[in-house]
């Protein structure tokens, strides 16, 4: 097992140079942050040396306002300051760190989510609820962003296809569950923010959920791709979007279904479809079902919008009673309504049971801790998605 | 269009409370940076009230070693700080900020890219070759993160695949490029750090390149997936994975293809394959080209390390003179090899030169400005993709 060849490139010159051309050109730190420890304790780690003050501030600390609250670092004598947290429950957590008040990203943590304009680090405990957000050793499904003609639109839009694993290679025909964003989102929020891939592989291989296809389109009209992904190019992500609960995503929804319908084996039927979605994604849920009530047996409301504000004048929004009372007599299998008691939505919520209450309309009503937090709404995913094609 | 609900949001519920709660929790700034002026010259602004300085490290700046220089940026009184550049060449540029010294991305921007560990800002200058890297209104190929069985590592993998536009509707078989990363890449690289995506929807769209799959592999054998992408978990990426280059992946490399040519409608003749890669990524290629001297047509080698160092014994690297020999008696239609003037792999490839004239192998050489850099591989990709299956 001689190689004749005489050329031979040290190990040194192969390895070592481009270690120090990547990491010195964009700067990174040979320390290790966040370092989960066994007992599910976590240490961070953030190189400042010429800082006065570096805090950390998690989404597990108490909120202050409307913002988690921060504790101080302490710092060692070579500029590394330090904290190393209690012990976690299971979760995946975000965080950032401020050094001097300046707020950023951990930068040892390669890890962030993006949430509209502002990405955090990110990290998981194991165990219990957050095992359904870890990859596991687990068969995968795919996952693919395309794009598909929206006629209603005018445009070409882009959508996040989930399929499950053995898809490519069945001949069987899926049920759909088309997943909706809320404001700020897009296409991208289900499968980052919300771990929607991880979530459907681990309760399909648990035997949890029946094989589907998740369908998470773009709910901003006025948008053919999340940022970055249009023709707009890169722009700062903006929560106020036009457009958005103005009627023309549901009138239009149905470019979606034909598109999904067409495209992939699935079974094209009422009893095979379902729809749920969060706050934004909640509202375009509940008016798209009740203004195609012969089209979802399942539908979930995750913290959701009731109601548009302002002149909309959308035939979506009209005959709302009507509507809702023709989708009871089609008859549903799941109505499913998720709420946490601290959400500024939640009075909304209440006072939406009671119209259903006085309409006669059956529904699954699950009260959560907390509020408008992606903590819940994959809480809501996983416990929706096994009630689903039963 | 009178609305007969009674339940109305106030739109300052439904819209400014999750903006706020959104942007505190997640401690956006109220900025934009960087903002690109229509002459090309870029404004950079960093809150940072309690700095005593603050500096702007960006991929144009001259460099100092291996590092991108650093300018200073000036403070106004509100603690915002501002650094305007000269005008910018067209290009996708990369840089980060350092806030007392302390070095990290621009939070005001949404868009990074990870090499490696590291995560750094991105923006992009419009125009000349630029233009290939950003989304235009043009029809947009497929992109599939999904999972193979590879039979000869033991493991289900992750690849990553481009079907290019109307490939889904189309009845038409399709030519293959197998794209390969560098050392501490994986199968997000191209996509991500390449542009792999934008450069072949923009290429196809001005009738530059044939319609093609384009086939991106993670090339460490160890890995079932990325980073975060398999069931290790978020741990810190390394530029030292092991058995990258001990031949297992060569070894092996026919599990990717027969899954390629099983799972989607391709031409499967040597005519009709490519294979390409960059560092790591283009010595496997030269590597399974001439280990399987009948299978293709068109190979790319960008800025390739050549050989294998310290003890390897697999018998992919043996023979070297005679397989290469082989490859050429087989026939080729292109042998591409492009490099940086001042890549450190550069007299590495001048020797490979040297080698192949001596066996009187043809090949098209391309010599840079620049060294071992994504802005070179976006360059040569782009080069590259034009003159396949022609």
């Given at each position: 097992?001689?190689?004749?060849?005489?050329?031979?490139?040290?190990?040194?010159?192969?390895?070592?140079?481009?270690?120090?051309?990547?990491?010195?050109?964009?700067?990174?730190?040979?320390?290790?942050?966040?370092?989960?420890?066994?007992?599910?304790?976590?240490?961070?780690?953030v190189m400042a040396p010429n800082a006065?003050?570096v805090?950390?501030?998690?989404?597990?600390?108490?909120?202050?306002?409307?913002?988690?609250?921060?504790?101080?670092?302490?710092k060692d004598d070579k500029g590394i300051w330090?904290?190393?947290?209690?012990?976690?429950?299971?979760?995946?957590?975000?965080?950032?760190?401020?050094?001097?008040?300046?707020?950023?990203?951990?930068?040892?943590?390669?890890?962030?989510?993006?949430?509209?304009?502002?990405?955090?680090?990110?990290?998981?405990?194991?165990?219990?609820?957050?095992?359904?957000?870890?990859?596991?050793?687990?068969?995968?499904?795919?996952?693919?962003?395309?794009?598909?003609?929206?006629?209603?639109?005018?445009?070409?839009?882009?959508?996040?296809?989930?399929?499950?694993?053995?898809?490519?290679?069945?001949?069987?025909?899926?049920?759909?569950?088309?997943?909706?964003?809320?404001?700020?989102?897009?296409?991208?929020?289900?499968?980052?923010?919300?771990?929607?891939?991880?979530?459907?592989?681990?309760?399909?291989?648990?035997?949890?959920?029946?094989?589907?296809?998740?369908?998470?389109?773009?709910?901003?009209?006025?948008?053919?791709?999340?940022?970055?992904?249009?023709?707009?190019?890169?722009?700062?992500?903006?929560?106020?979007?036009?457009?958005?609960?103005?009627?023309?995503?549901?009138?239009?929804?149905?470019?979606?279904?034909?598109?999904?319908?067409?495209?992939?084996?699935?079974?094209?039927?009422?009893?095979?479809?379902?729809?749920?979605?969060?706050?934004?994604?909640?509202?375009?849920?509940?008016?798209?079902?009740?203004?195609?009530?012969?089209?979802?047996?399942?539908?979930?409301?995750?913290?959701?919008?009731?109601?548009?504000?302002?002149?909309?004048?959308?035939?979506?929004?009209?005959?709302?009673?009507?509507?809702?009372?023709?989708?009871?007599?089609?008859?549903?299998?799941?109505?499913?309504?998720?709420?946490?008691?601290?959400?500024?939505?939640?009075?909304?919520?209440?006072?939406?049971?009671?119209?259903?209450?006085?309409?006669?309309?059956?529904?699954?009503?699950?009260?959560?801790?907390?509020?408008?937090?992606?903590?819940?709404?994959?809480?809501?995913?996983?416990?929706?998605?096994?009630?689903?094609?039963?």
């Open positions: 097992m001689i190689r004749k060849c005489t050329m031979v490139l040290a190990a040194l010159t192969v390895l070592v140079v481009p270690t120090v051309a990547q990491q010195a050109l964009f700067g990174g730190q040979q320390i290790i942050s966040p370092e989960i420890k066994d007992d599910h304790s976590v240490t961070f780690r006065t003050e805090k950390l501030s998690g989404d597990w600390m108490p909120f202050e306002g409307w913002m988690p609250g921060s504790v101080a670092m302490g330090t904290y190393t947290t209690q012990v976690l429950e299971p979760e995946l957590y975000g965080y950032s760190v401020l050094v001097d008040g300046f707020r950023t990203i951990d930068p040892n943590n390669a890890f962030v989510s993006r949430d509209v304009a502002t990405l955090t680090s990110i990290f998981i405990i194991n165990g219990g609820q957050a095992d359904l957000y870890r990859v596991n050793d687990v068969p995968h499904g795919s996952v693919t962003r395309r794009w598909y003609n929206s006629p209603g639109n005018g445009m070409d839009r882009r959508i996040t296809i989930y399929t499950p694993p053995g898809y490519e290679e069945s001949k069987e025909k899926y049920p759909v569950l088309y997943l909706l964003h809320g404001a700020g989102g897009d296409e991208e929020a289900w499968v980052t923010l919300g771990r929607a891939t991880q979530i459907m592989d681990n309760l399909i291989a648990r035997g949890m959920a029946k094989p589907m296809i998740v369908v998470m389109p773009n709910g901003n009209v006025s948008q053919e791709a999340a940022p970055g992904e249009e023709s707009k190019g890169f722009y700062k992500p903006s929560f106020m979007i036009p457009g958005t609960m103005n009627g023309k995503f549901e009138e239009t929804f149905m470019d979606i279904v034909k598109f999904v319908e067409s495209s992939y084996r699935v079974k094209a039927d009422k009893a095979d479809r379902a729809i749920a979605g969060l706050s934004m994604g909640g509202f375009h849920s509940l008016h798209i079902s009740r203004y195609y009530p012969q089209t979802f047996d399942y539908v979930g409301l995750f913290s959701a919008a009731i109601m548009p504000f302002g002149e909309v004048t959308s035939s979506v929004y009209e005959d709302f009673d009507a509507t809702l009372k023709k989708q009871m007599e089609n008859s549903y299998k799941l109505y499913w309504i998720g709420i946490g008691r601290s959400d500024f939505l939640y009075k909304n919520v209440q006072d939406y049971k009671v119209k259903l209450d006085s309409l006669g309309m059956k529904y699954t009503y699950r009260e959560s801790d907390g509020g408008h937090t992606w903590k819940n709404w994959r809480v809501y995913l996983s416990e929706f998605v096994p009630q689903l094609f039963r």
